[in-house]
Nanobody, 127 residues
Framework: QVQLVASGGGLVQAGGSLRVSCAAS????????MGWFRQAPGKEREFVAA????????SYTNSVKGRFTISRDNGKNTVDLQMSSLRPEDTAVYYC????????????????????WGQGIQVTVSS
């Protein structure tokens, strides 16, 4: 049974930093590309960042480039999203996702690319 458990969310002031982590179990983590998505109130879930199996290829949505960093530790089966210079518009529930594909495909920004999802974790940025 695949489990993706997110941790580290919370409340932070605008301009601050926060790290969310996702611990994976029950899957071949080293063969899985990983992604982070988010869903703000009243909006559809959107792609935030993704990383390939080895960590040497990453992708970000434009609005977080230069502020967020995705990384992974294949020894610990974890993927992190380090968020800096946070803005109120970053407020959302953040979801960790895992793909059965190792590499970032051309559709890596689409939800359907991912086979497993975590429960989501709230990140709130106050102004």
């Amino acid at each position: 049974q695949v489990q993706l458990v997110a941790s580290g969310g919370g409340l932070v002031q605008a301009g601050g930093s926060l790290r969310v982590s996702c611990a994976a179990s029950g899957l071949r983590f080293r063969s899985s590309a990983m992604g982070w998505f988010r869903q703000a109130p009243g909006k559809e879930r959107e792609f935030v960042a993704a990383i390939n199996w080895s960590g040497d290829s990453t992708s970000y949505t434009n609005s977080v480039k230069g502020r967020f960093t995705i990384s992974r530790d294949n020894g610990k089966n974890t993927v992190d999203l380090q968020m800096s210079s946070l803005r109120p518009e970053d407020t959302a529930v953040y979801y960790c996702a895992a793909s059965n594909r190792a590499y970032l495909s051309g559709s890596h920004k689409r939800e359907l690319t991912y086979d497993y999802w975590g429960q989501g974790i709230q990140v709130t940025v106050s102004s």
